[in-house]
């Protein structure tokens, strides 16, 4: 009886290993569609050998309004191909129409690689983000109990023109078609009014005579009017097509000249796709993800954070001081007779602007001698104003390091007035991760001297650029992990700020200052105009402003708050990641704010993880409110922090 026991137990135990034995699959994206979608040189797996690639899976891919297939790559690597089935949902159907399959919705996924495509056609009626899930049920195991299922999520963009421009272009050929016809039956029909004129000239009628020649010339008129028409047809045509294809070109920038315009950089360029990501989960961006400038890539993990994203709390802000007219330089004259501008405050009417006093009691109090600065050397120099190398001797006789500010003789009251002002935003703050003004020294004969701390720091940008372009080896790298460092130190500095009702309203790397172990200072934006120039537009109305960092609203409607400040940020990261590349490079400065309405914003640095390029996403929404602040944001960075720390 235990024999018989033991056989019926060892019988079991092989046909339940039987029925478990699990059939693998690949699944995956080629090359040529993520370069298509994505811009990237890559194959991305969602499963590979049967292992399920999660982060992929969350991922949401954007599509744009010129894609309207998608193509995916599959194989069954078992013996026996594998029962499957498919189904496909829209949260749209009146901008999408029902999508389509070229394989059947159910069957067997082949043992030989097949690339099946997904249609999305956009109907035209109506402006949308669609969201499109796609779901494909595998049965991995050999019993039928087991099915996985795969869940795609894409986000689709139709353009309600879309269809009245391929209406627009059917109509035009239709219409230049009409003219060539119209034009040969006119020619005909002055061929044959001419040779009924001969025929009526031949009988000597002088009146059938005068009617025929007038015949001919109304026939005359008529082709010369069909042609003009054909002419106007053809030149409509062309425009229609030109203002199609307008967009198409700038995307193409990166496949051709985008990655060209770079020959020193690792990162890729400009603008790619549409991302509009604030509805999409960030704790699951797609697994392909790398180091950001020569870090190891990072693996599977959830953040006890990400959901924080959908929590915001918006931060009351204030702008920092109203627009303020420019000093007024006071004349004075040697004894030679020559006048010359005054540089002293005291010119100052404190009963025409209260805030202009306000401006002068904090000048007062920063006030020094000038004996006690020593200038040394010049660091930055633009056209009116220049950054330099000094030392300050305190009342101890002590010599400290310092940076200083100042603008030239030929600068105007306006400039002068403006470094004044914003040298004095920071005034008073306190804070590890902010650099403000220190001192101030003044003179009647010579432009005021702006004081600051010099610790070692040198400007953010000029760092990046340095790094990236010099060939002698470095002593730090900067890893995903330093520039993940690097923006949670900024995020502390602007939280302080908001915290002040303050905003900075020019976050960049510019504007920013790091030293040899990475530590970064916000600093004010005193002379960054000037000795950043290439950074700054006008947009016609006598203001350079940093329109390429700027928010879709402040730049439409110069409408400054929290979120615009998240927006800058998020262009900052993205600095970090290229190593101070130039947002937008090929982008029309007038054009920035059309590029931006239509969801185009900058392209996910090549080796910048797919975490890091989500937060990017959230910061560039479209609405303020689908913005996340800067609680959130940091929360995120900080876990992202520490789950890059334990892989390294």
Same mark, same amino acid.
């Given at each position: 009886m235990g024999c018989w026991m033991t056989a019926v137990f060892c019988v079991s135990l092989i046909f339940s290993a039987f029925l478990n034995v699990e059939a693998k699959l690949n699944l995956f994206l080629n090359q040529r569609e993520v370069r298509r979608l994505l811009g990237l040189s890559a194959e991305l797996y969602y499963v590979r050998e049967g292992v399920i690639n999660e982060y992929a899976l969350n991922f949401v891919v954007p599509v744009p309004a010129n894609i309207h297939d998608l193509f995916f790559t599959w194989q069954a690597l078992g013996d026996k191909p594998l029962p499957y089935s498919m189904e496909v949902n829209v949260s749209n159907a009146e901008a999408l129409l029902t999508p389509q399959?070229?394989?059947?919705?159910?069957? $067997?996924?082949?043992?030989?690689?097949?690339?099946?495509? $997904?249609? $999305?056609? +956009?109907?035209?009626?109506? =402006?949308?983000?669609?969201?499109? #899930?796609?779901?494909?049920? #595998?049965?991995?195991?050999?019993?039928?109990?087991? #099915?996985?299922? $795969?869940?795609?999520?894409?986000?689709?963009? +139709?353009?309600? *023109? !879309?269809?009245?421009?391929?209406?627009?272009? !059917? !109509?035009?050929?239709?219409?230049?078609?009409?003219?060539?016809? *119209?034009? %040969? !039956?006119?020619? *005909?029909?002055?061929?044959? %009014?001419?040779?009924?004129?001969?025929?009526?000239?031949? =009988?000597?009628?002088?009146?059938?005579? *005068?009617s025929s020649n007038s015949s001919v010339a109304v026939g005359f008129y008529i082709a010369i009017g069909c042609a003009c028409g054909l002419i106007a047809a053809l030149l409509t045509l062309t425009l229609a097509l030109y203002i199609r294809n307008r967009k198409r070109r700038h995307q193409n920038y990166i496949s051709g000249m985008g990655r060209t315009s770079f020959p020193d950089s690792n990162q890729a360029a400009a603008f790619l796709q549409r991302v509009e990501t604030p509805d999409f989960p960030i704790s699951g961006p797609s697994g392909g993800s790398g180091s950001g400038s020569g870090?190891?890539?990072?693996?599977?993990?959830?953040?006890?954070?990400?959901?924080?994203?959908?929590?915001?709390?918006p931060i009351y802000a204030i702008p920092v001081l109203p627009p303020v007219r420019p000093l007024q330089l006071a004349k004075s004259s040697d004894p030679t007779g020559t006048t010359l501008p005054s540089y002293s405050i005291a010119t100052i009417d404190r009963s025409a602007n209260a805030h202009l006093v306000d401006v002068k009691d904090k000048i007062e109090d920063l006030l020094i001698d000038r004996c006690k600065i020593k200038l040394r050397g010049m660091a930055l120099e633009g056209t009116f104003g220049r950054l330099l190398y000094a030392v300050h001797i305190d009342d101890q006789g002590i010599e400290h390091d310092v940076y200083v500010k100042t603008v030239t003789d030929q600068a105007s009251g306006q400039q002068l007035s403006m470094m004044l002002q914003e040298s004095l935003n920071f005034h008073g703050l306190s804070h590890r991760n902010i650099s403000c003004i220190t001192a101030l020294c003044q003179s009647e004969s010579t432009p005021p001297l702006l004081v600051y701390a010099n610790d070692g720091y040198t400007n953010l940008k000029r760092f990046l650029t340095k790094y990236k372009t010099s060939s002698m080896s470095s002593p730090m790298t900067l890893t995903t992990q330093a520039i993940v460092d690097m923006a949670l130190q900024t995020i502390l500095a602007m939280q302080f700020l908001h915290r002040k009702k303050l905003l900075h309203k020019d976050i960049a790397t510019r504007n920013c200052l790091v030293n040899d172990q990475l530590k970064v200072k916000l600093c004010d934006t005193a002379l960054s105009r000037d000795l950043f120039p290439a950074d700054y537009h006008c947009l016609g109305d006598n203001e350079n402003r940093p329109i390429k960092w700027m928010a879709l609203e402040t730049i439409a409607r110069k409408e400054h708050s929290w979120a615009s400040d998240v927006w800058m940020f998020g262009v900052l990261l993205w600095e970090l990641t290229t190593l101070a590349q130039q947002p937008y490079l090929e982008v029309d400065p007038f054009e920035m704010c059309s590029y931006l309405q239509d969801g185009y914003r900058l392209a996910q640095p090549l080796n910048c993880p797919d975490e890091l390029f989500a937060v990017m996403a959230y910061c560039w929404a479209m609405s303020v409110d689908d913005r996340p602040s800067l609680t959130q944001l940091h929360a995120y960075l900080h876990d992202f922090y520490a789950h890059l720390n334990r892989y390294v």
């Open positions: 399959l070229n394989v059947s919705a159910a069957g $067997l996924v082949p043992t030989r690689m097949q690339t099946f495509r $997904l249609q $999305l056609p +956009c109907s035209g009626r109506a =402006s949308a983000e669609i969201d499109v #899930v796609f779901t494909i049920n #595998v049965t991995l195991s050999k019993t039928a109990r087991d #099915v996985t299922p $795969l869940v795609f999520r894409r986000r689709k963009i +139709c353009l309600q *023109e !879309e269809a009245r421009r391929v209406v627009s272009k !059917e !109509e035009t050929a239709a219409a230049a078609a009409a003219a060539v016809a *119209e034009a %040969a !039956e006119a020619e *005909e029909a002055a061929a044959a %009014a001419q040779d009924v004129d001969d025929i009526r000239r031949r =009988s000597g009628s002088v009146r059938v005579t *005068e870090s190891g890539s990072s693996s599977k993990s959830g953040f006890s954070h990400a959901t924080a994203f959908r929590n915001r709390t």
